[in-house]
């Protein structure tokens, strides 16, 4: 079976640290794939970013970075400089290479920034 | 990029009524639309996969009786909720699949939710 744990249900930060987000993933599959999705609340998701289970490098986009380590089973994620506007709970998810390609989603970070 | 609507974006119903739910793909054709429910402060949990033209598939524990789901068009997806209860109230949110990309993984895109509450 496949699943997806955030063992961090709250993180709180003052603008401008950095934060990691942690998510560890189990699957039996050798092809899968990542994500990571942004709920602010109004409640939309926002996709961030997707990773496949054959690419291991590391990705930074702006202030955020990714960090897959297939040996740890992890995809942790990084705000740098964090600002106000990242407050919003994050979500890691995997999806198989089947059938539908359905999503497993973790149970979610919440992130406060204060200012 | 791809976008994918729901209609209403919130409802507030009496108990016992049914309430219907769209979710459509603006510009592309999907052949597969999901159906989350997410109770305040949870994860995401899919209920069911709609497939056009066929019946669809629902998660264990969830009522197809109860959850009605009809994928009539390649762009439209609809879940009814049918004699709703207190217990029903959440967050339900669609994503539609494009399957036209050509890459091995077909992109999963969100609809923006639609809050139900049963009064």
Known sequence: AQKVTQAQTEISVVEKEDVTLDCVYETRDTTYYLFWYKQPPSGELVFLIRRNSFDEQNEISGRYSWNFQKSTSSFNFTITASQVVDSAVYFCALSMNTGFQKLVFGTGTRLLVSP | ?119
């Open chain 2, 1 to 119: 990029g791809a976008v994918v609507s729901q209609h209403p974006s919130w409802v507030i119903c009496k108990s016992g009524t049914s309430v219907k739910i769209e979710c459509r793909s603006l510009d592309f054709q999907a052949t597969t639309m999901f159906w989350y429910r997410q109770f305040p402060k949870q994860s995401l949990m899919l209920m069911a996969t709609s497939n056009e033209g066929s019946k669809a598939t629902y998660e264990q524990g969830v009522e197809k009786d109860k959850f009605l789901i009809n994928h009539a068009s390649l762009t439209l997806s609809t879940l009814t909720v049918t004699s709703a209860h207190p217990e029903d109230s959440s967050f339900y949110i669609c994503s539609a699949r494009d399957v036209t990309s050509g890459s091995s993984y077909n992109e999963q895109f969100f609809g923006p939710g639609t809050r139900l509450t049963v009064l």
